[in-house]
């Protein structure tokens, strides 16, 4: 594997003290890279920072070993495409996307030949004299993914670029950007809140928490084998319980398999059943007053009722120190 960006110790403090401390990372060649928490946790600010958009305060970046850390955004080999679609509304498509490529002296021929390829690419073929409000906010976002490709960029960075979009057209700018990684080995480095679209996009993804990396893994590590509790919690559902000793115990809903009473060692009834399409989600009430789910599939659904006694075992289980 080639390593295309490597940060080293890399801290961004903010004048109030906010920020980023001690990033170490480093990002392979043609790899989704995903930066996954919650808000505030300090994902836009490592993205500025490998842009040139952030002042680094201790650590440095490279670039297929180049040091950008103290280069401007314009002589980094970065594209970044934001959350909204920054497309120029007085200016058509083509003008759009020719600007970049006009600075570069390409000439006209070129820059006509290159927006319709990259168009091509981006399955918008044949826009170029439209303005950006003709376009809904999917089509936008292509072309401003489309403008950023033009410029070759070594890494692409996207902020939450789907976030404005609805769900399904956000499901479909997925599988576009794995395309397009695809097609061009791309490096692409990318920012969300939302823990089923880093699940999808990623080759790893990073979970931040306040300023500091809490794990970095395959989306199969991250949701198999949580490190800490916070992890744990923020990616897909999970059971938590305190076990005697103090310890919380973890389980996530699918690893808790229902059977009928006396089937398997633990008892407990069925207080609600909630069916989700193609399974269900089963809230079970247990002897000692806690609640736990279960996800059982819908054909499975007739054989329980709500109010009776069951019985379930745990498939698997994480155990983590308590707070
Ligand atoms: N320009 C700034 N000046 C001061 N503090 C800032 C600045 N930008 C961000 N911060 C603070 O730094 C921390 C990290 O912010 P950052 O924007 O990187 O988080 P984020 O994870 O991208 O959040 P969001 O999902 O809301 O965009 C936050 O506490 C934020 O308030």
Known sequence: MVEKVQINNLSVIYDNGDGVKDINLSINQGEILTLLGPSGCGKTTIMR??????????????????????????????GMVFQSYNLWPHMTVFENLAFGLKLRKVSKADIKKQVATILDLVRMPGVEEKFPSQLSGGQQQRVAIARSLL??????LLDEPFSALDAKIRHEMRSEIKRIRQDLDLTI????HDQEEAMSISDRIVVMDKGVIAQVGTPNDIYDNPETQYVASFIGTMNFDQSESG????????DIVLGQAGEYEHSATIADIMLIGHYAIVTLDLPN???????????????YLIGSDVSYKVARHHVYAGK
């Open 151 to 156: 410029l070759k960029p070594a890494v692409l």
């Open 49 to 78: 920072a490998i842009g040139g958009f952030n002042k680094v305060t201790a650590g440095e970046i490279l670039i297929d070993g180049q040091d950008v850390t103290n280069l401007a955004p314009e002589n980094r080999p970065t």
């Open 247 to 254: 310890e919380v115990v973890a389980s996530r809903p699918e």
């Open 189 to 192: 480095v990318f920012v969300t």
């Open 289 to 303: 007053g806690s609640q736990l789910q279960s996800f059982i599939s819908r054909s499975e659904v007739p054989n």
